[in-house]
């Protein structure tokens, strides 16, 4: 295998300033692709298309041959985790996932050794891509973060408020921190198992780590994920790992940076860059909004030229504020990936 230095978003998660940067897209495998439409229609259902390695593997692979991205994100779901833990997950069309509510750490199931064996599956997806794709490119794994995967513990579904877990967290915090610590368990195990299996970095998603008051994104976003950090690095030192507290507050992803030990922060789209680019003491990853990507022409371009010009000399990785929309125009993405190319 050739070595990760040649891989340019190794190199930039490393601390060095690549020029012109790297780029990825957040659900660059997607909706948007017809060549996925046309497997996700074979395939029958989203969950059945994460579990098959070969299907799974090809959709990762999917946007790699068509834009030449400098990273493939492995194809699959942040509630694998919870499913390995034997809380079923359903997917309903235009719906998207639920899954039974808990209210006790106590429902979540298994052992270390169960819970790899039930994503197997996921791990041999990762041989696939890695046994396939060009060695200068990155193969990212990912996972989602204990407070986002309770947020869909406790409600059962997405929630624009997280109020099951909120009010879990406040009344019970003993109990909702052994939810925590048992979920963050089976994530880090879940981010060792990709990186043994040819992952390169992986990338932790907190999709709901907005609105929260300071203190308690201390205990639910940064200790969490400091802790998976520790336990990652403790069986893989030199992993390199990407953190996404989506819609923190700017103190917040501050204290993030400096405290998660993580190698780069993903910014959403509110982020102001310039202020990442003086601040943030990792590298930097994001932000451009997938509406300017939609929008294209010279909305698009200006966005794009506003951040390239904020990160100039930094060691930063291109990239949505959030992921691609399903109706986003191919051609806008073939454009962005050129205008970055020329930077």
């Known amino acids: 295998m050739v070595k990760a230095e040649v891989r340019a978003v190794v190199k930039t998660l490393s601390g060095e300033a690549v020029w012109p940067p790297p780029l990825w897209l957040m659900r660059q495998a997607g909706r948007y692709l017809p060549e996925y439409r046309a497997l996700r229609q074979e395939a ?20 790699i041959r068509r834009f030449g991205f400098d990273a493939a994100i492995l194809f699959s779901d942040i509630l694998v985790v919870p499913y390995a833990m034997g ?115 992986v990338q932790i998603f907190d999709s709901w780590a907005g609105g929260l008051p300071d203190d308690v994104f201390d205990r639910w976003v940064i200790a969490p994920t400091r802790r998976i950090v520790e336990k990652v690095r403790a069986v893989r030192a030199n ?64 966005a794009v030229d506003r951040i390239l010009t904020a990160m100039r000399g930094k060691p930063f990785v291109f990239n949505l504020g959030h992921g691609v929309l399903p109706e986003t125009p191919l051609d806008h993405v073939a454009r962005l990936v050129a205008k970055v190319r020329e930077a």
């Open 44 to 63: 029958g259902s989203f969950w059945a298309m994460c579990m098959n390695p070969e299907m799974a593997a090809e959709i990762t692979l999917q946007p």
């Open 87 to 201: 809380i079923g997950v359903t997917f309903e069309e235009g719906v998207g996932p639920s899954l039974p509510a808990i209210s006790s750490a106590d429902a979540l199931q298994g052992s270390e050794s169960e819970w790899m064996e039930k994503l197997a599956p996921v791990y041999a997806t990762v041989r696939n891509v890695r046994g396939t794709l060009d060695p200068k490119i990155t193969l990212l794994g990912f996972a989602g973060a204990p407070w986002t995967l309770a947020t869909y513990l406790a409600e059962g579904h997405g929630s624009a408020d997280q109020r099951a877990a909120k009010l879990w967290a406040y009344r019970d915090p003993r109990g909702f921190q052994h939810l925590l610590d048992r979920v963050g368990d089976c994530v880090a195990a879940h981010l060792i198992a990709q990186l043994e299996a040819g992952a390169d970095a």
């Open 239 to 302: 992993a390199k790992i990407i953190g996404f507290p989506r819609a923190a507050t700017l103190a917040g992803y501050e204290r993030f940076a400096r405290e998660t030990g993580v190698d780069a922060v993903s910014l959403d789209t509110a982020a102001p860059m310039t202020w990442a680019a003086k601040t943030l003491p990792v590298a930097i990853q994001g932000n451009l909004d997938p509406l300017a990507l939609i929008a294209g022409g010279t909305a698009l371009d200006r």
